[in-house]
């Protein structure tokens, strides 16, 4: 059993994320194509198919795919699409929006910035990228996970209007329940 697994059991009654939510209500063009980035077992890629989205669902774990498709309703499984790859070898077609629920972290941070650019560069003019990436004092900084501080966030947002930015800091627990300190910058930004 893979540590995934655990936190799959732990979060199987999860809805989706306010950032995709909040970006959600901001758009008022009809759905196009959106790309749920670590989409996991699909929180997020089932309100995007039920609100009409074509989804491509991308995530590192067959399991996690495997379980998104039988979550998925038969009348909704012509507009998905999945594919297992990595962060660092994904290939990003041109979208809409770009979902990345707490899984940008994990990107290898000397892959990140090559991530960054394809999301930007794939994300058309007034489309959305929604998510969260960690900041420097986060728990998990040393762990090899992606973080960000102000400068390279600033510069990370350069080619996008900001909707929203929430940055949060707080003890609490991972899905699993491990002891963790939080520091997150929660996202919702418009491609120029």
């Known amino acids: 059993m893979s540590h995934w697994t655990s936190y799959y059991t732990a979060t199987a009654a999860g809805g ?4 995709l939510l909040q970006a959600l209500s901001l758009r008022a063009n009809p759905p196009g194509l959106a790309l749920d980035l670590g989409c996991g077992i699909g929180h997020d890629t089932l309100v995007l198919l039920e609100r009409g989205w074509q989804v491509l669902a991308v995530d590192a774990e067959a399991e996690a795919l495997s379980t998104l ?3 998925t309703p038969a009348r909704l499984q012509t507009r998905l699409e ?7 070898t994904v290939e990003i077609p041109p979208c809409e929006l770009v979902n990345s629920s707490f899984a940008l972290p994990f990107c290898a941070p000397e892959r990140f910035p090559l991530l960054w650019t394809a999301i930007t560069a794939a994300v058309r003019p007034g489309g959305l990228f929604c998510g969260q990436l960690f900041g ?3 728990s998990w ?3 090899g996970v992606t ?13 996008w ?4 930015h929430r940055e949060e800091q707080e003890d609490g627990h991972t899905a699993v329940g491990r002891p963790k300190h939080w520091h997150i ?3 919702v930004l418009q491609r120029r």
């Not at 989706?16 to 950032?19: A, G, S, Y």
């Not at 999945?82 to 660092?88: N, V």
């Not at 973080?147 to 080619?159: N, T, W, Y």
């Not at 209007?161 to 929203?164: E, S």
Request: proline share 2%.
């Open 82 to 88: 999945t594919h297992q790859a990595r962060f660092e």
């Open 185 to 187: 910058h929660h996202l």
């Open 147 to 159: 973080v960000v501080d102000a400068a390279a966030l600033q510069q990370l947002l350069r080619d």
């Open 69 to 71: 498709r039988e979550r």
């Open 161 to 164: 209007d900001v909707l929203l």
């Open 16 to 19: 989706p994320r306010e950032t």
């Open 141 to 143: 900084a040393s762990k």
């Open 136 to 138: 420097e004092r986060d």
